[in-house]
């Protein structure tokens, strides 16, 4: 905690066995307030035993030094896996003047319109 500036976060990396654990310490150190959320890193798909459900995740817990005044880059590509060609084709049905695949969602009254090949949304509004 002590060496990340006031905008910092951490990712921790752990083993399903030990992440409630683990969250536990780091509701200690950083507070519970300042949990970002727990990403499901999932290895393979599929049961590989007939006996028991199989270990095939891992846990990526988040915290931020001050929450909502934390760095958070959602448009660097790195963060971001590019939709498949059949999802384009199932969820992005409709084309823009420019040519760009789009949905449009509406939340709470407001309507939205993501685009596939971007990373961003507009709000019709």
């Not at 990712?11 to 519970?32: E, N, Q, R, W």
């Not at 300042?34 to 290895?43: A, M, P, T």
Request: with cysteine.
């Amino acid at each position: 905690r002590g060496i990340l500036k006031p905008t910092g976060s951490i990712y921790l990396h752990c083993d399903p066995t030990a992440s409630h654990y683990i969250k536990v310490m780091l509701h200690g150190v950083f507070g519970h307030r300042n949990f970002l959320g727990d990403i499901i890193w999932n290895k393979c798909n599929g049961v590989k035993s007939k006996t028991h459900w199989g270990n095939e995740n891992d846990n990526i817990l988040c915290y931020a030094i001050n929450k909502g005044k934390h760095t958070f880059n959602s448009t660097d590509p790195v963060c971001r896996t590019p939709f498949s060609d059949i999802s384009i084709s199932m969820h992005f049905k409709k084309t823009d003047k420019q040519g760009r695949h789009y949905r449009e969602r509406i939340v709470n009254g407001k309507s939205y319109i993501y685009y596939a090949r971007e990373i961003y949304w507009e709000s019709l509004e």
